[in-house]
């Protein structure tokens, strides 16, 4: 596996992975049914500044063709804290690609200046709150109308489960 920046010639790459994914994790990813990735999606998850919208693959090579098993990536609008999300195929899931891709994104917020992510999930998404609670980073969370709202401070790894109320 490897990590690596995604780049604008990443939206057939993109595309696929998409059209990989299950309706379930299409669903926990984009909080509802979502059939594609139009062009103008494809254009906003490609085309980042790596300033306020950064985003990472973990692709593995088979047959020669690159393609992404997990994206994540985080978005920081105006002063707002940046969000963070992830989209693993699912026969990849558990296997620590997601916590991988959050400290990669980290150590990147961190060099600039960006002290914490917040991360919207559904409440039924068990994975991905294990992911956070699990992360090393300490984390806060409240839930609202099905919704958990995860908050990571980014300054310091901490050993074993982080979360703290």
Request: proline share 2%; aromatic share 8%; net charge neutral.
């Amino acid at each position: 596996m490897r990590i690596r920046a995604i780049r604008p010639d990443d939206k057939e790459r993109l595309r696929q992975h998409f059209e990989s994914l299950s309706e379930r994790s299409i669903y926990h990813r984009f909080f509802g049914h979502k059939r594609s990735l139009n062009e103008s999606d494809l254009h906003r998850l490609t085309e980042l500044d790596f300033i306020d919208h950064v985003g990472l693959a973990a692709t593995l090579t088979e047959d020669g063709a690159e393609r992404f098993i997990g994206v994540g990536r985080y978005l920081r609008t105006s002063d707002s804290v940046p969000e963070v999300a992830f989209a693993v195929l699912d026969a990849y899931q558990g296997r620590g690609i997601a916590t991988v891709l959050l400290h990669h994104l980290a150590r990147i917020a961190r060099q600039s200046g960006i002290q914490q992510f917040a991360a919207f999930v559904m409440g039924d998404n068990t994975q991905m709150l294990e992911v956070f609670a699990n992360s090393g980073y300490r984390v806060s969370d409240s839930y609202e109308g099905g919704t958990v709202k995860v908050v990571l401070e980014l300054q310091t790894r901490l050993e074993g489960p982080s979360k703290s109320r």
